[in-house]
């Protein structure tokens, strides 16, 4: 079955401890991109990634990184994790630009 | 479930009617269109797309409709059923361009 993975599904964590979602796709697609989504506000874009090594960053980067060493997976981490970044995170993937077809199931991230 | 929207716009429909969900976009140059279905404790689950050069496209039980002119995307479902009940939004893209602008969302009802 087509899918993208994200672990965990819930998260509390506390401010400064670093984090990492693991997002993993099984469907060879190129492109690769998080998103967080906030009560009022629309999916934003936090990185996107075009390929394996080739990374760029979204709308909303800041305290977010991310790596793409491999096809299938594309973690998002954030090394020192503030209450601002308390939010529902979702991994998308595409096998051509921008057609976002192919969501994983959400993260909720809570930092106290 | 998730709440990603505590205060979106509700639409509630007899279940066998026909629903129209409504989004305005931003971007008069955004040429690509998408729509999405979210489900309570679910990712977005693309359901249809649509090109600036298209007025209408169909797919089974819904049809999108865009108005360039006053830049209005519609999504209409037709023979709404329970499973329909879901949080819809819109997403506009301009072509060549990596970014995204997704919309906050409707709250589909669908009432037995």
């Known amino acids: 079955e087509a899918q993208v993975t994200q672990n965990p599904r819930y998260l509390i964590t506390v401010t400064g401890k670093k984090l990492t979602v693991t997002c993993s796709q099984n469907m060879n697609h190129e492109y690769m991109s998080w998103y967080r989504q906030d009560p009022g506000l629309g999916l934003r874009q936090i990185y996107y990634?075009?390929?394996?090594?080739?990374?760029d960053k979204g709308d909303v980067p800041e305290g977010y990184k991310v790596s793409r060493k491999e096809k299938r997976n594309f973690p998002l981490i954030l090394e020192s994790p503030s209450p601002n970044q308390t939010s529902l995170y979702f991994c998308a993937s595409s096998l051509r630009q921008g057609k976002w077809a192919f969501f994983g199931q959400g993260t909720r991230l809570t930092v106290v | 479930g998730e709440s990603v929207g505590l205060h979106l716009p509700t639409l509630s429909v007899q279940e066998g009617d026909n629903s129209i969900i409504n989004c305005a976009y931003s971007?008069?140059?955004?040429?690509?269109f998408i729509w999405y279905k979210q489900e309570s404790g679910k990712g977005p689950q693309f359901i249809i797309d649509i090109r600036s050069n298209m007025d209408k496209r169909q797919g089974q039980r819904v049809t999108v409709l865009l108005n360039k002119t006053v830049k209005h995307l519609s999504l209409q479902i037709a023979a709404t059923q329970p499973g329909d009940s879901a949080v819809y939004f819109c997403a506009e893209n301009m072509e060549g361009t990596y970014k995204y602008i997704f919309g906050t969302g409707t709250r589909l009802k669908v009432l037995a």
């Open positions: 990634s075009m390929n394996v090594e080739v990374t």
């Open positions: 971007n008069s140059a955004s040429d690509y």
